[in-house]
């Protein structure tokens, strides 16, 4: 069944794919993804023959006539009580070792190294000095419902739209005006919350100029849904080109450049 459904990782692709990463951030995410896809698919193929082996042993058992398989009808009854006895220590025998793995030494092999997987990837999102050469600083604020993007360097800002240097880290810088919002670029990096009062750092990178997509992966109202914003990776000279040249829009709070249409105007 699970090669069966290999052709449909093809539907895995697209703007908005953690399966599809095009930096570094979002790499290590996919990494850890399909770490954890292949365990559990390795630990569900396991359950499935240890069930039916499980299901196999107990017809074998109950294959023979009488309660005890083996004891012959006038055997002793101390004989008889002594079997119990020892079958009844298996079995705590087998429950210890059910515990005692299943219940201790898997789930601590599991998480250590989910831990060990997932550790690296998480720093990969954090803004540490010095894994990065010189990133740049971008300051996204969540609105109801739209996306204001500034660049604190020379003062341009940006509505629904993203425009960073392919092969550079960016530090975004993330708040909100109003709400919890959730600043998700899915291909470049790792989800963040917006959230009021706060400033929260998460680094994306794209590795190559293009168009990627970012998305509200918060609820935050009626216009949720259409709080997407246009990320463009522009090659890095582009860019610098752009960020120098371009006229500093003033800074409109308004929420009447919001995208989304009033929730009565959709069907
Ligand atoms: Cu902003 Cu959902």
């Given amino acids: 069944m699970g090669i069966g459904l290999l052709p449909l ?16 951030s979002a790499d290590a ?13 390795a630990v569900w ?38 079997r119990r006895a020892e079958d009844g220590a298996r079995q705590r025998r087998i429950a210890r ?8 030494l898997l789930p601590g092999a599991a998480i250590t190294a989910l831990l060990l997987f997932g550790s690296p ?13 010189a990133p740049l600083r971008v300051e996204v604020t969540g609105h109801q419902w739209w996306w204001e993007v500034h660049y604190p360097d020379t003062g341009q800002r940006l509505r629904n739209e993203l425009r960073l240097p392919a092969g550079r880290a ?4 993330t708040r909100s005006a109003d ?3 959730g600043f998700w670029v899915p291909r470049l990096g790792g989800k963040l919350d917006a959230v009021p009062g706060r400033t929260l750092v998460v680094r ?22 259409h709080m997407t914003m246009v990320v463009q990776a522009m090659p890095a000279d582009d860019f610098d080109v752009w960020l120098k040249t371009a006229p500093a829009l003033a800074a409109d709070r308004t929420p009447a450049v919001a995208t989304a249409p009033a929730p009565e105007a959709r069907p």
């Fill in 45 to 82: 193929l396991l359950m499935i023959v240890l069930g039916a082996l499980a299901m196999r042993a107990g017809r074998d058992r109950s294959g023979g006539k009488g309660e005890w398989p083996g004891v012959e009808e006038g055997e002793h009854r101390s004989g008889r009580e002594a």
């Fill in 204 to 225: 994306l990178q794209a590795d190559a100029p293009g168009t990627y997509r970012g998305v509200c992966a918060e609820f935050c109202g009626h216009g949720h849904a």
């Fill in 170 to 173: 960016v530090d975004v810088h």
């Fill in 121 to 133: 990837a998480g720093f990969h999102q954090l803004p540490w000095p010095g894994a990065a050469a």
């Fill in 179 to 181: 709400v919890i919002h």
């Fill in 9 to 24: 990782l093809g539907g895995c692709r697209g703007p908005l794919s953690v399966l599809d990463p095009a930096g570094p």
């Fill in 97 to 104: 070792r059910c515990l005692v793995g299943g219940g201790l």
């Fill in 29 to 41: 995410i996919a990494q850890v993804w399909w770490w954890m896809f292949g365990v559990a698919a």
